[in-house]
């Protein structure tokens, strides 16, 4: 866990990142056969989180269980064999990450910057707005027309799998601006 170079140092001096890490280490010590982690990684550097996931990874393979819950839509999808959405107590998905993203029916990301108006998009799939750029998220054989359409546009165009955040949002049935506008 990293923690070593602080072995003699009372755990309430340390930083919050290392004070977290060292609750982590706490319970994954006990080798108990059932281990649930709330927010495992809250508060850490990408260095200590992925450290963290790797001391997580090696109790679920010595045989432990792991409920772990999490807001970080990464975590999840590196950790989890098997998850859980839960909104509002009622359980919305449950199954693996692979299965929650393509069950959209949209197995890519295109992010074009500029070359096309989202009107232009929508009958191709989801379309967001992010900044001065549009994110459609559509099937591969739309993807493989827009890309050759942006081409002949000279517009820059990014490819790439729909993340389990895209599906989670999806699924939960609101974007990002609906989220703060509740809040």
């Known amino acids: 866990m990293g923690l070593t170079p602080f072995e003699n140092v009372v755990a309430l001096r340390l930083?919050?990142?290392?004070?977290?890490?060292?609750?982590?280490a706490m319970v994954l010590a006990t080798e108990a056969p059932f281990l649930f982690l709330?927010?495992?990684t809250l508060g850490m550097d990408p260095f200590?989180?992925?450290?963290v996931w790797e001391v997580i990874r090696r109790a679920a393979r010595r045989g432990s269980t792991v409920l772990l819950t999490t807001h970080y839509l990464d975590e999840a999808e590196q950790l989890s064999d098997?998850?859980?959405v839960i909104e509002g107590g009622r359980i919305l998905y449950r199954g693996t990450a692979e299965a929650m993203k393509s069950s959209l029916g949209r197995e890519v990301r295109l992010q074009f910057s500029g070359g096309f108006r989202a009107d232009e998009l929508?009958?191709?799939?989801?379309?967001?707005?992010?900044?001065?750029r549009l994110t459609l998220l559509t099937s591969r054989a739309s993807a493989r027309d827009l890309t050759e359409q942006a081409l002949a546009r000279g517009v820059s165009v990014t490819a790439g799998p729909v993340t389990l955040e895209?599906?989670?949002l999806e699924l939960v049935g609101r974007g990002i601006e609906e989220e703060e506008a509740v809040s």
Do not use: I, M, N, W
């Not at 200590?48 to 450290?51: F, H, I, L, N, W």
């Not at 009958?123 to 900044?131: E, L, N, P």
């Open 15 to 24: 930083s919050g990142g290392l004070q977290q890490r060292t609750l982590v």
């Open 166 to 168: 895209e599906a989670f």
């Open 82 to 84: 098997e998850l859980a």
């Open 122 to 132: 929508e009958r191709y799939g989801k379309v967001f707005r992010d900044r001065d």
């Open 48 to 51: 200590a989180r992925r450290q």
């Open 38 to 40: 709330d927010e495992p």
